[in-house]
Structures are given as structure tokens and as C-alpha cells.
């Protein structure tokens, strides 16, 4: 830590003024003594303007899901999109927090640029501030958070205590707008100006801008909410033709038949969906005792396609239905003949491999995996990872006559980067094999520091890392991939030649062993061989037999004659320093002890610097 990051913490300990219970910037006072311990927690709304035309992105934003603030905001069709500042409100569990002050605390995810006080003001609509949100998050330094790190925003809230005078139902948090009163406040809900000042402490002036007030309500939700209208909103909502809220894309690919049919499925569908994954785990369930018997290493030379459908799934059914919650309509849901349509009827002319086709939807190209087990687990990490070196998920679909599952990714042009590497005509020089390490290495950084709880995608091979037209490289197949750190299993799977000893030996999965299958990546783009060859040696083996030390001749001839004869004459020109530096980095992946082997961002980082290195000689040799 640096004095000046020190000095900064000191002065946000020292110049902010001590915490103390009832000061506003804290949020409101709750206090157990006093008030019966049976009103906390309790149901609270919070008043917020709608900041997205995406009715997930603000559940998200508040962890709740969209049909309970489409209950209370009295939003009939959740498919239709929002529109700007549209009034809702957020239902939220409101507690006593530490015993002193009434939140509802949410997690909230840092990305880029975000402070407390960002947080606090923009995202969260001023509903807290940032000097509560320090005080929620102890452990956490407020001037050095990475991104990624999850906080927990106290969303200020009170609870109907049974000293007021009337029965309230519940209690909004509002945000208080330039210009105005606690008059028209009061009026907008339908209450009256002594409701709003017994349960703010008895305040009789307006309120200042961007405070917090608390408004009781003695009706059932939804209440009318239209004095909140924006002014000058034209009368008709946004009709089905000209939104497409079901989809978190950009919006710009309308098809108003699938989001028709979104409309359709609607609650049921997610209803029915639950019911069928239950559906698909028991059929499984009872297929399992038979398939207990299978080989449980797939080698991957007799199968190229999608190796780990063949192996079942370790998910249990809480696991499973936790996971399938109401924002899987993110996705597109298809209806099956769409992508019997889209596919020819599955003919085996649009098989790409193993179980996955290519299909024709809308003018678009998209990769149709037919999934042999539920795919719970799958849409469920899936839902919650969105980065440029993952394959995005686009949408599933699930037949009602079999139950059977099919998941709709985005389709990337040029395949697997094992074809690519096996291809004649695909010519993957050197630095872009380097740049392949880096997407590689960037996704799984990803999935293992920025994820929540991280996600370890187990089955990391070049057959599963799927290149598109600019040769930007892609993860894919999440279907062995599991959330939850350090856990052990008995049921080891996976492909050979990838396996890290002690994933093989304990079952102990972590992020270093998708680590390990990362190293043996890099050593099939250095040799541009196999993970295991025709005879069966596994290149993770051969590492060792390339000997060499940084400067020495015979060390570097050896391992000259081992990588792949098709990039020696580039590196003859680019020199071999950047093969050195990624058989070390390879090297650091492979160690046979997981505590010793690298982390990703320790890869992400050297990584970067053999790029370095690559574009200094490469303008040194035009
Ligand atoms: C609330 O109580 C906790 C202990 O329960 C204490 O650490 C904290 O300082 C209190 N906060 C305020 C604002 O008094
Ligand atoms: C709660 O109320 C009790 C009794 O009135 C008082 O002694 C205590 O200081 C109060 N606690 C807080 C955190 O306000
Ligand atoms: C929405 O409201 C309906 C009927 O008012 C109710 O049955 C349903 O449980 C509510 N859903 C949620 C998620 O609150
Ligand atoms: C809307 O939210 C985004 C972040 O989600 C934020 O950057 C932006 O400032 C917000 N806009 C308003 C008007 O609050
Ligand atoms: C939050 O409060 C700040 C002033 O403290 C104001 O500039 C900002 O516009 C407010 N944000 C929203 C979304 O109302
Ligand atoms: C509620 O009322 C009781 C008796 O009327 C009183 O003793 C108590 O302090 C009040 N509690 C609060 C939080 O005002
Ligand atoms: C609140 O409701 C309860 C019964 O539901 C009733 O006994 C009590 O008198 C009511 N209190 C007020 C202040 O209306
Ligand atoms: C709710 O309160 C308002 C005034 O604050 C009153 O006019 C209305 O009758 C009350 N409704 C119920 C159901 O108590
Ligand atoms: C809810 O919306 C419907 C129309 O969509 C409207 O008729 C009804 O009055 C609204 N209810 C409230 C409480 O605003
Ligand atoms: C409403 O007013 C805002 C600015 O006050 C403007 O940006 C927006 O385009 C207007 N919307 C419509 C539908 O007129």
C-alpha cells in the first residue's frame, strides 16, 4: 500500500464526522430496545425512476426479480419495455443493520470507474448515500476496491412501528426531487401531510433535495403512481412492435415473433421451465446408476465434438432450482419448431460437432446445442458471466413433448481452435496464437476473480475454445463448469491430457485446475501438437524433457526443434525471447503442486508482456 492511498484512508476516517445513530447521512435509526423485535425485517418499497428500458437490469441492480416489481408498479406486461424515468416500486427486505440503522442491503458488483459515492448518488438514485454505504461495507477500503468486488449497499428503509397512530401497510423510500414539498409528495401517494411527518420525525418543512423520506401507505399495492409520470410522456406505452425488453442485447435485432412468444410464455414459462429442469434431473437421476459405469475420462481423439456431454451432471436438486430464477427471461426463449426450422430438423448437415448445430434464426447464424442433461447448471453460470471471451448465451429453448433442452449461443465463424491448429489452410501465426493465450487467459480471469462465487469452468481444451472471424478467442462449454470455490467431488470428469494431478488424485476442484489445462493450451499452441498424442504421451509429460536454461544455445535449440515447424521461420525473424517467456509462463501453469502453480492474473499479466515484446520486434523487423 502506498503512503498516499494511507493518507488518504486517514483522512476519510478522520474528516468524515463520526458515526452516530439518527444522523440522515447514516440513513434511519432502528432500535431494538424500543420497538418489538417481530417488526424487523419487514416489506418496504424504495421509489425509484427507471434508469434502463430493461426491467431485469433494475432488479438486478436491487437483487429482487421484475415480476415482484411489476406486481407493485403495476406494470401488466413485464415483456414491454420501460420507458425513461418511468415511476416503480422496488420491493425490498428492510432490516435493523447492526442493530442501529434500517436497510435493505443489496449486493452490488464494482465495475470500472464506480466509487461509493457514484454508486450511491447515480446507480442507487440517491436511496443511500456514500457514507452509509462505507459503513456497510467494514472490510473494504474505500479508495482501493478492484473491480469485481462485491459490496453491500444499504438501501435506506423503515418498518411500520406500532407506536404510529394508524395501521400503515408499508413504508416508501423516496428520493426527494428539486421543487418539491412534503404537500405534493404526500398528495402523489394519496396520503395525507401528518402521515408523512409522524413517521419522519416530525419534520414540518419541505424536505431538501436528494434527502430521503419515508412514506407510509395504508392501501394493498400497486398504488396509482401517475402524478410520478414523467411530463411529457406521450399517452400510449411502448407497444410489442417497437421494444424488445426480452432480449438485453442492444435492442437493435427486433423479431416480433419471438418476443410475441416471449409474451406468451411469459410467467407460465418460467414456471414450466422450473417443472421441466426438475423433470429433466429426475429422468437423469435414474438413468445415472447405469451410466456410473462409463469410462469417466473422455480421450478426445475418438470424440472432438462436446466431449462432456457424455458425463453427468453433479447438480443437486437445491442447486438446481435456486439457480432458475425469474431473470432467465434475459434470454431469448425459442420455440422448438423455430429451431427445427432454423436447423433443417436437426439435419446432420448443420452439425458443427458433437451435439451442436448451426442454425439460421432471424438472418442470423447461431450454434443450437441440444443438451443431454438439464442445463440448470449451465444457464445458471451463465446468466451471470458476460464477457467478450466467453460464448455468449442468446436464448434456450425447451421442447414440451421430451423435456428436451437446447441452449441457443452466439455462432463464432471460425470453430474450435483444435480444428484451426489441425486445419491446412488456417494460418494462425505466431502472434496470434499469442493473442489466443491472452483472450484465454482474460476469460478465465474473468470467471475465476470476477465472478461471485467463482466459477471454475473444469473442462478447459482447445476443442472448447472457439476462435471468430478476427480470431478473437471465446470460452465455451460451460456444462461441466461449477460455482462455489474448493469443493470436492468423487465423480472426476473431464478430458485426458488436460487433468490436473490433483483434480485426477483428490478431486479437489479449484481455479488452478482450469490453471493447469490453460498451461497444457499454451503448450499445443508453442508445438502446435495435441494434448495427448496418437501414442498416447501427454504433452503436459514433455514439458519436462524441454530442458533449457534463458541463455543457454543447446537449451534453446531443443526447444526450437520441439515447437511447431510451422512458426520457425516468423520466430527466426521475431527471435525466440517470446517463446521462452511463454514456455515459462507454461511452465508456472503446469506445477504438479496447485499451491505453487500460477494464478490468471499473474498469466494475464505476463502474458502481456511477451505481447510486448512481440510488437516491439515485429516494427523493429518491418
Ligand atoms: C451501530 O452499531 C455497531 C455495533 O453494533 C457499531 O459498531 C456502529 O458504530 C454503530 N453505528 C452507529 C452509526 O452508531
Ligand atoms: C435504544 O433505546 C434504548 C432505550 O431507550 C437506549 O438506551 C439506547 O441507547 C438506544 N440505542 C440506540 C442505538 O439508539
Ligand atoms: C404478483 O401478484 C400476484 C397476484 O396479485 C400474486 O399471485 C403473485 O404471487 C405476485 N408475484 C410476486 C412475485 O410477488
Ligand atoms: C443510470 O445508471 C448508470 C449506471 O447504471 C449511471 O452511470 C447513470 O449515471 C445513471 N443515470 C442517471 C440519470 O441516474
Ligand atoms: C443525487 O444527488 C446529487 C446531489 O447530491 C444530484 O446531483 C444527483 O442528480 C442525484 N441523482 C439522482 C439520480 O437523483
Ligand atoms: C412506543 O410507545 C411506548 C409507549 O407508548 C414507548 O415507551 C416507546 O418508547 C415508544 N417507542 C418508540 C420507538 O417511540
Ligand atoms: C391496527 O390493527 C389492529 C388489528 O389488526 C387493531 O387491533 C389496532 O387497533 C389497529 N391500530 C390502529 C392504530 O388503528
Ligand atoms: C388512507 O389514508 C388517507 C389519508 O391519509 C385516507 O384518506 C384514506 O381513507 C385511508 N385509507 C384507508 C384504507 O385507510
Ligand atoms: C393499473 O393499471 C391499469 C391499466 O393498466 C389501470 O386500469 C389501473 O387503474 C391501475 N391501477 C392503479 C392502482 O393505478
Ligand atoms: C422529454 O423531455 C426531455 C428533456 O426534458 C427530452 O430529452 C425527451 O426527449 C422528451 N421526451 C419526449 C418523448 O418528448
Redesign the pocket.
Known sequence: MTPLSLLLIFSIFVLLPSPS??DAIYGP?C?L??TPTSIYPCKSYAFYRANSTDLCSVADLFNTNRISIANASNISDTSQSLYPNQPLLIPLECSCFN??HSYALVNYQFISGNTFWIIAHSNYANLTTSEASVLANPTMIPVSISVGAWAKIPIFCQCPTTNLSRNYSAIISYSVQPGDTLASIAEGFGMDVSSLTEVNDGVQTDPAPFTVIYVPINSSLPIDLSSFEPENRSAPAPTAENTDSSDNNDGSDNDGAVIGLGIVVGVLGCLLICLVFVFCFFLRRKKKSAEDKQIPIVDNRKDNGDTSLNLHSTANYDGLLSGIDDCLDKYRVFHISDLRKATKDFDSKYLISGNVYKGWLDGRAFAIKMMKWNAGEELRILQKVNHTNLVKLEGFSINREDGGCYMVYEYVENGSLLECMKSPTTKLDWRRRVNIGIDVANGLQYIHEHTFPTVVHKDITSSNILLDNNFKAKIANFGLARSGCNAMTTNIVGTQGYVSPEYLVEGLVTTKMDVYAFGVLLLELISGREAVSEEGVLLSAEVDMVEFEGDDAVGIEKLRSWMDPRIRSEIDRLGMESVVMLIGIAKGCLQKDSGRRSGMTEVVYALSKVDDILSVASTAGN
Open positions: 445513530v439518527g435509526s432500535n430496545s424500543t442493530k442501529n
